[in-house]
């Protein structure tokens, strides 16, 4: 079945960096887009970064351009959000989506505190 398992969440300062994966399986990787969801408590959930199945498509929510960056390796079925400059705003759980389907992961929790 298809599952999707994030990881590389946790305690950050504000203005560090952190590097999310979500790793992918049961499902033929290389040809799916993916997204990066986030969701703060008590907000809306939103949408982050998309990358198409080649990776050669990206999209992003304007509150992260230039700061965070989607990746994919589709050699180990994981895509990849490296963040950068975080602020206050970013803690959340983050969630990566095939978008085909509508499959989600558990999640990985960012924290940002100083």
């Known amino acids: 079945q298809v599952q999707l398992v994030e990881s590389g969440g946790g305690l950050v300062q504000p203005g560090g960096s952190l590097r999310l994966s979500c790793v992918a399986s049961?499902?033929?990787?290389?040809?799916?887009?993916i997204a990066w969801h986030r969701q703060g408590t008590g907000k809306k959930r939103e949408l982050v970064a998309i990358?198409?199945?080649?990776?050669?498509?990206?999209n992003y929510a304007d509150a992260v351009k230039g700061r965070f960056t989607i990746s994919r390796d589709n050699a180990k079925n994981t895509v990849f959000l490296q963040m950068n400059s975080l602020k206050d705003e970013v803690a959340a759980g983050y969630y990566c989506?095939?978008?085909?389907?509508?499959?989600w992961g558990q999640g990985t929790q960012v924290t940002v505190s100083s």
């Open positions: 990358i198409s199945s080649s990776g050669s498509r990206l």
């Open positions: 989506q095939r978008i085909l389907g509508d499959y």
């Open positions: 049961g499902f033929t990787f290389s040809g799916h887009a």
